[in-house]
């Protein structure tokens, strides 16, 4: 069964930076494309990122271009979103996410930006 679990989230400084990480299982990860959500509180849940499988093409939202970067290492069924120069709007809970058929969702971790 499709499994994904996130981590590396935590309390980070403004200006500071974290690695998220998420662990999948269950399916062909190399073959479909993965994205990273989030859901600040209070908020709606809103795509960050996404990476195409084979192609590795990737996109983002504008709100985090050029601060983070999501990639995958297909070897190791594990997809990474390096966050840079995080910032207080960036708190939130941060979900892994892949369609096969229906959507699959990690457990999310918490991202909270603050001085």
């Known amino acids: 069964q499709v499994q994904l679990v996130e981590s590396g989230g935590g309390l980070v400084e403004p200006g500071g930076s974290l690695r998220l990480s998420c662990a999948a299982s269950?399916?062909?990860?190399?073959?479909?494309?993965m994205k990273w959500y989030r859901q600040p509180p209070g908020k709606e849940r809103a795509l960050v990122a996404a990476?195409?499988?084979?192609?590795?093409?990737?996109n983002y939202a504008d709100s985090v271009k050029g601060r983070f970067t999501i990639s995958r290492d297909n070897a190791k069924n594990t997809l990474y979103l390096q966050m840079n120069n995080l910032k207080p709007e960036d708190t939130a809970v941060y979900y892994c996410?892949?369609?096969?058929?229906?959507?699959?969702w990690g457990q999310g971790t918490q991202v909270t930006v603050s001085s």
């Open positions: 996410s892949t369609f096969r058929g229906v959507d699959y």
């Open positions: 269950g399916f062909a990860f190399n073959m479909y494309t």
């Open positions: 990476i195409t499988g084979p192609g590795g093409n990737t």
